[in-house]
């Protein structure tokens, strides 16, 4: 490659960066691989945060990488002349690039706080809707049966089926049986690790109804690919006659296992 | 002792030995168990780039079942021989487990350090070798057991280990909850062990040597940034790796001795109760990532330091801000030690401790945006001369730029609540470590190869691996963020049964086909670098026209490094400086040198 035109080629391929960065962003929300549905009440602060750091470090990211196309372009020793700028730097410059992005990191720290407490700070005062136990490599449920408490002789158990009512607070009670897990449910926006030997709050409040993903986000084995579950939100009368017909239906099948039902939290 | 023959100019004027004819002794002492630093970079270099070869392999095949799921694979398939050719599930998370262990501890780690590390410290501070010459050749004679007990992992039973690189408890301690989690992981152990031991010896050696045995007139302000970064590099790893070594012990005896340290009470894997319990999970990531997260810094800054130095030649021009250049580096690593939390938003740490982690991990951002604007201010104003070295050097600011901003999204701990665990983590650690640091190692490798064998590498074929490479990392890496943003969690073997992400299939193809294409590309970098060495065309000392020391000595540089005592009268930067008719002062160039210059100019 002859040396002028390398040196146009090369600043080129570095202009291609930012043009083609920004283009797969452009583009891939027509294809739907974009940030999936979001039912939850809190999940829209979340996007908000997602798609401002995006279009914040969006303009950085344009910025910067048309500085160093636009001085590699005007600088290519090939057709500039004479000599390089001899310059060790700049106290102002180094000032003003230290104060701006320090100032705007502090801002956007400060700026999560609410949003983070939210989900995961300000618990609602409740009893838990439900427990959730992960372990290799399914999900196991454990509703409050009639006397609405958990860890009593008449509790609901079920696998891998989770239902919630919509437009209402949920707690769910997350715990492990045997290695790390992740409770990780796409369309609300919530994840969190299950814990061995930790008893850990989620909460959350869908606000619409529908059929999603449960998806496992800790590597937690070799079948840690097919621990899926389902999550249904459904309306409060729907989720009672639910509730109702799958205890109806445990009851008439076995009694739950002593050692089972009266396990330590 | 060659600390005292450095310190005091005129003893340690070094000549050429004699040639004479060698016993079989002599040879292992010199090339084998040698105790010269450059020999010893050498062999670093050599381990480091095949395992780097053996990780892009299994990338490939982690690859490989992530676009294609439960397809006969091609070589490997047949090679393990499983189910007829497909692989299994349990061998998927073996695979990836593996990649991210080689690249890191095998390749990442021990080539920035331990390659050019070696190689540079003595050659750019003016010394004839390191100050503890012994220290040095144990560092690298330390790797072959980490590089047996990860080898021979691949052929116990159960296979290597397979709890993923961070190796969390339970999953690592307890045999019954994976196949990988017996002998393999005992093996991973105890490599990572030797590991730490190795770069434990290297981290004083460099220590000692930058501090006690720069040439005469080498004050730390004078410093190349390529020896700020190893020296900062060092420290970091002298306070960091006793706590993983501490952490790997107390692993180890979890599975060996049934101590609980990472294992609560009560514990049920695989419906038996599993060992002593009253221990805690979160114990072990505290401690894997307080050595962890350092070593992300660790992984990064000899690159930032080698890219630098690069830039400064290819640019013709003295280094923008050298002094902010310097602290910034300081201040990643003292932050680097009080940010490991953000590791943990989701794992059941108090969400309250997630937001003091929060701050301190936004505000280590801050040193790497000064970084960044110095980088661009460098280039500037420059004469600009695009080598192999300076495009592998200019993409590793671009792509740098890239993985530092993606890191903010992660930072966000809202944010984070989604992205955790997904594709766009991955993106951004590939952003940083392979965009990032491996382009800079190739930029050096492009670079100093004139240093190392006398020779330098073809230009042509040069360019052509970095355009190639550069095309296929971005097509691999970039997409990889908008996979994250649709939530595609990392380490799943299969994720296409899922609603959320069954049309993911055709893009996680194209990025396949992009890994094939920049593993097959390093076809031309492997031809390159060995036909350079014996046939590219003969390098005198100073092939770049560079200021620091190394291009005053030999190249090769012969035992003992320089054939004078080079005396510094100046910072590594003076490039293009007015009045001087060279457009380069080196650092050993006479004080006067400028005066004659321009006395010389108005005759």
Same mark, same amino acid.
Request: glycine share 8%; proline share 6%.
């Given at each position: ?265 | ?81 499983? =189910? ?5 599930? =349990? ?367 073809? =230009? ?89 020391? =190394? ?53």
């Amino acid at each position: 490659m002859g040396s002028r035109f390398g040196g146009i080629f090369w600043s080129l391929l570095f202009l291609a960066v930012p043009v083609l960065g920004v283009a797969t962003f452009a583009v891939a929300p027509a294809y739907d691989i974009w940030l999936p549905k979001d039912v939850s009440e809190h999940g829209g602060a979340i996007d908000g945060l997602f798609l401002f750091i995006l279009a914040l470090t969006g303009v950085v990211f344009i910025a910067t990488e048309m500085l160093l196309f636009w001085f590699l372009w005007k600088y290519d020793a090939a057709k500039a002349t004479g000599r390089a700028t001899y310059i060790h730097g700049s106290h102002t410059l180094e000032v003003v690039w230290t104060i701006i992005p320090a100032a705007t990191l502090l801002f956007l720290a400060i700026y999560q706080m609410n949003t983070w407490a939210d989900v995961k700070m300000r618990r609602p005062a409740m009893a838990p809707t439900v427990e959730v136990v992960a372990r290799q490599f399914e999900w196991r449920l454990r509703y409050p049966g009639r006397d609405g408490m958990l860890g009593t002789t008449d509790d609901l158990f079920l696998t891998n089926d989770l239902h919630l009512p919509v437009d209402e607070d949920v707690l769910i009670q997350l715990k492990s049986m045997d290695v790390l897990h992740s409770f990780f449910l796409p369309n609300l926006r919530i994840k969190q690790d299950a814990v061995p030997g930790m008893k850990i709050p989620v909460w959350f409040k869908a606000k619409e109804t529908g059929q999603f993903d449960i998806v496992c986000a800790e590597l937690c084995g070799w079948g840690h690919y097919k621990m899926k579950g389902r999550v249904t939100i459904e309306s409060r009368e729907d989720f009672d006659r639910w509730l109702e017909k799958t205890y109806a239906a445990q009851e008439a099948t076995q009694p739950v296992p002593e050692d089972v039902a009266v396990s330590p939290e | 002792m060659s600390i005292a023959s450095t310190v005091s100019p005129g003893t340690a004027a070094t000549l050429p030995p004699a040639r004479k004819p060698r016993p079989v002794s002599e040879f292992l002492s010199t090339y084998v168990f040698s105790k010269d630093h450059k020999v010893i970079g050498l062999q670093f270099l050599f381990s480091t780039l095949l395992w780097f070869l053996i990780g892009g392999l299994l990338a490939l095949a982690v690859r490989w079942q992530v676009a294609w799921p439960w397809s006969d694979v091609p070589v490997l398939g047949k090679l393990f021989a499983q =189910e007829g050719g497909q692989m299994s599930p =349990e061998f998927y998370t073996m695979l990836f487990t593996m990649h991210a262990t080689v690249m890191i501890f095998l390749v990442i780690i021990p080539i920035l350090a331990g390659a050019f590390g070696n190689f540079l410290i003595p050659l750019m501070i003016g010394a004839d070798d390191m100050a503890f010459p012994t220290l040095n050749m144990l560092s690298y004679w330390f790797m072959w057991p980490a590089f047996l007990a990860f080898g021979a992992s691949f052929f116990v039973e159960g296979g290597a280990a397979s709890g993923g690189w961070t190796s969390y408890p339970p999953l690592s301690t307890n045999t019954a909850s994976s196949p990988g989690s017996g002998m393999g992981q005992t093996l991973w152990l105890l490599g990572l062990t030797m590991v730490g031991v190795s770069s434990m010896l290297g981290s004083v050696n460099y220590m000692t040597t930058i501090i006690l045995m720069r040439a005469p007139g080498m004050t730390m302000f004078r410093l190349p940034m390529t020896i700020w970064g190893m020296f900062i590099t060092a420290v970091l790893q002298a306070f960091a790796l006793p706590v993983l070594t501490a952490a790997g012990f107390m692993q180890l005896s979890d599975r060996m001795l049934g101590t609980g340290f990472f294992s609560p009470e009560g514990n049920i894997v695989n419906n038996a109760i599993a060992g002593a319990g009253g221990g805690q999970p979160l114990l072990w990531q505290h401690l894997f990532w307080f050595y962890s997260h350092p070593a992300v810094y660790i992984m990064i800054l000899p690159a930032m330091g080698m890219v630098s130095d690069i830039l400064t030649t290819f640019a013709r021009k003295p280094l923008f801000g050298y002094r902010p250049m310097v602290y910034s580096i300081a201040g990643i690593a003292g932050l680097g030690f009080i940010v490991w939390g953000h590791h943990m938003f989701m794992s059941g740490m108090n969400p309250a401790l997630g937001i003091t982690f929060m701050v301190s991990t936004m505000m280590i951002a801050l040193p790497s945006a000064v970084k960044t604007f110095n980088w661009l201010g460098t280039v500037w104003g420059g004469r600009i001369q695009f080598t192999t070295a300076m495009l592998f050097a200019l993409s590793f600011v671009s792509m740098f730029i890239i993985g530092g901003l993606s890191g903010i999204f992660m930072a966000a701990t809202p944010v984070d609540i989604f992205i955790h665990d997904t594709y766009f983590i991955v993106a951004h650690f590939h952003y940083v470590l392979f965009a990032g640091t491996a382009m800079g190692v190739w930029a050096a490798i492009y670079f100093w190869f004139p240093k190392m064998f006398g020779r330098t590498m073809n =230009e042509f074929w040069g360019k052509a691996h970095f355009f190639l490479t550069f095309i296929f990392l971005n097509g691999t890496f970039f997409t990889m963020h908008i996979l994250g943003a649709v939530g595609f969690p990392r380490r799943l073997a299969d994720a296409y049964h899922y609603e959320t992400f069954h049309h993911l299939q055709p893009l996680n193809a194209f990025m396949t086909w992009c890994a094939i294409g920049m593993v097959a590309t390093q076809v031309i970098f492997a031809a390159n670098f060995f036909w350079s060495m014996f046939f590219g065309p003969v390098a005198g000392r100073n092939p770049w026209n560079s200021n620091t020391l =190394e291009w005053t000595a030999p190249s090769p540089p012969g035992h003992g490094n320089f054939d004078f005592q080079p005396v510094v009268h100046r910072g590594p930067y003076e490039y293009s400086v007015p009045g001087v008719e060279k457009d380069h002062l080196m650092q050993t160039d006479p004080p006067n040198a400028a005066a004659a210059a321009a006395a010389a100019l108005a005759h």
